[in-house]
């Protein structure tokens, strides 16, 4: 697996490498976010560790540039604790983050955590899947049953919906939702993933207002809960 960490802390770099080496990770490393997009441009990496704070061009801007061109998962690096600035790095696509101080060991546990979540994204929904909230989702036949009633979703919806049920209790964002039901083209509004969530919620929820199988992550997007019910 080979691991792009892009940090100007030279003390941060030289302890992760060593400790991400030890662990079996191939390891390159960049100081700004200019040289850390052209190394991603000319080399494959299977995972980023990414600076908030970097001179000339933040790691907002890098992780933004970045997913127009790949969904390498990334893990931000940041000395800031603020709730909103966690929120606009899971919601631009990043897939976690670690507030500094750090320690090594930790960010090694963080990087196994998710390469094992996203080694898992382009295995299939199983064609018959079940789960304890009793939704039933096909997808050979592309039905949908509750408790054994047939549901009838649109295309997009049954897209939608199947999407969350592949990564139950993880949250995927409005733009991670509009990537898998439209693709890289779509310029329009992300939002437009919030009419169809309310009309998904109308047709298998008990109580729409009060969702218990898609939930709502304020200012990052939604998750499905596979034990709603229980």
């Not at 969702?211 to 019910?229: C, D, E």
């Amino acid at each position: 697996m080979r691991i792009l960490l892009v940090d100007d802390e030279k003390k941060i770099t030289t302890v992760l490498k060593a400790y991400l080496q030890q662990e079996g990770f191939q390891v390159s490393t960049a100081i700004n976010g200019l040289v850390a997009l052209t190394m991603f441009k000319e080399n494959p990496f299977d995972l980023l560790i990414l600076d908030l704070m970097l001179p000339g061009m933040s790691g907002t801007e890098i992780c933004r540039e970045i997913r127009k061109l790949s969904s390498v998962p990334i893990i931000m690096l940041t000395a800031k604790v603020e709730e909103e600035d966690r929120i606009q790095g899971l919601s631009i696509g990043a897939d976690d983050y670690v507030t500094k101080p750090f320690s090594p060991r930790e960010v090694v546990a963080r990087v196994r955590a998710v390469l094992r979540r996203t080694s898992n994204e382009t295995a299939p929904l199983a064609d018959v899947i079940s789960f304890d909230n009793g939704l039933t989702i096909d997808n050979i036949q592309h039905a949908i049953r509750l408790h054994d009633q047939d549901v009838l979703l649109t295309p997009t919806e049954f897209k939608i919906l199947g999407a969350l049920a592949k990564h139950p209790g993880r949250v995927l964002s409005r733009g991670q939702l509009v990537e898998i039901v439209q693709g890289h083209t779509f310029d329009g509004d992300e939002r437009v993933v919030d009419a169809h969530i309310k009309k998904i919620r109308q047709k298998i929820e008990t109580t729409p207002r009060d969702p218990q199988i898609i939930l709502t992550v304020y200012g990052i997007g939604y998750k499905f809960n596979p034990s709603a019910g229980e």
